[in-house]
């Protein structure tokens, strides 16, 4: 049977983010985004504060801007507002194709009503959520930890790689503990029809599985690519506005290749 080959599909995705990307940028401090502020954190502690779009406080004290400083910060925190959240879907994105490829194996395999496949959907689903949980506070709040972003795999995965790894090896013995039982319960030349009908199945499975991997992949290492430069992009804001207020020049968030 071809059950270990097609969850084996699914399951390097699932454990990582369906993402092989490069991105030569860090982020130098933790990120917290709400809808009236921006702050960078160190250690569990507030460096840098931009209230409004047009507020500045360093370490809790408020920084005096001109107009023209103001409009740079604006710039720059516009900028964070709306390019830092994708981070979010492409995580989330990211680690949805692997479970939905591993649901739809288990539910083609069970049926969608089955208890198995019940169960595996209850698992994700509660994962999902907690994934959304460790990047988003709310609707409008987000945290992006402090990372390097040449690895999306690890950006990913994180904590969760060992708990999905399980959830599936889980999953994979229920079903063959499942189809062994059912084999087993045929008579010897009804089992071998059985089973190449069986085998014609999950091989017809397992290469739609893969095409549609591969098809949602491609969006989301696109999409990964365009981040990484609305980065690239920030970082050269930031410069900007740390020439224009030196007291930002000690908290820089962004660093690239070209900027160490």
Known sequence: MNIIRSCALALPLVATSAVAGHCSVNFNYGVIIDPRHIRTIDKGITNVQITNNSQLFIHGREISLTDQQKDVLAHYSLGIREHVPAIVSIAIDGVDIGLKAVNKLVGGL??????????????????????????????????????????????????????????????????????????????????????????????????????????????????????????????????????AIPELLPYNLISTDNRH
């Open 110 to 243: 069970t049926g969608e009503n089955s208890e198995s496949h019940q169960k595996l959907q209850e698992n994700f689903d509660e994962l999902h959520w907690r994934m959304r949980r460790r990047f988003n506070h709310s609707d409008d709040s987000y945290f992006v930890a402090p990372q390097d972003f040449n690895d999306f795999d690890e950006i990913f995965a994180g904590d969760f790689e060992k708990e999905i790894k399980e959830i599936v090896a889980s999953s994979v013995g229920t079903i063959l503990l499942a189809v062994g039982k059912a084999m087993t319960a045929q008579e010897e030349g009804e089992m071998e029809d059985r089973m190449a009908n069986f085998d014609q199945h999950l091989s017809e499975l397992g290469q739609e599985i893969e095409l549609d991997i591969n098809e949602k992949t491609k969006v989301i290492e696109t999409k990964a690519s365009e981040f990484c430069n609305k980065l690239i992009d920030l970082d050269e804001s930031e410069t900007k506005l740390q020439q």
